[in-house]
Nanobody, 124 residues
Framework: QVQLVESGGGLVQAGGSLRLSCAASGRTFNAYGMGWFRQAPGKEREFVAAINWHGDDTYYADSVKGRFTISRDNAKNMVYLQMSSLKPEDTAVYCC?????????????????WGQGTQVTVSS
């Protein structure tokens, strides 16, 4: 069992930056692939970024490629999403997801554990 808690969201102006953090509990965290997803009001949840268990394989949605960076620190049981050059269309609730597989997966059904999310609002 893995529990996930996100933090770092907030209100930022367009062009600004935020770093989201996801703290994981559970002995098997280091074996899990991790992902970030987001959901805007009235829209379906969408994939943002994913990283494999070792941290050497990452994938990004085209909409965030070059602006967002996913990383992890297995010693601290943490996953991060560094977001730069933020746009109003990045406004959403951002959730991290984990395992049980070890890869960097792109679809929500491949993740079993989910956090509650953190709100990111980008003003124009």
């Amino acid at each position: 069992q893995v529990q996930l808690v996100e933090s770092g969201g907030g209100l930022v102006q367009a062009g600004g930056s935020l770093r989201l953090s996801c703290a994981a509990s559970g002995r098997t965290f280091n074996a899990y692939g991790m992902g970030w997803f987001r959901q805007a009001p009235g829209k379906e949840r969408e994939f943002v970024a994913a990283i494999n268990w070792h941290g050497d394989d990452t994938y990004y949605a085209d909409s965030v490629k070059g602006r967002f960076t996913i990383s992890r620190d297995n010693a601290k049981n943490m996953v991060y999403l560094q977001m730069s050059s933020l746009k109003p269309e990045d406004t959403a609730v951002y959730c991290c997801a984990a395992g049980p597989g070890e890869g960097a997966y792109l679809t929500s059904r491949q993740f079993a554990y989910w956090g509650q999310g953190t709100q990111v609002t980008v003003s124009s």
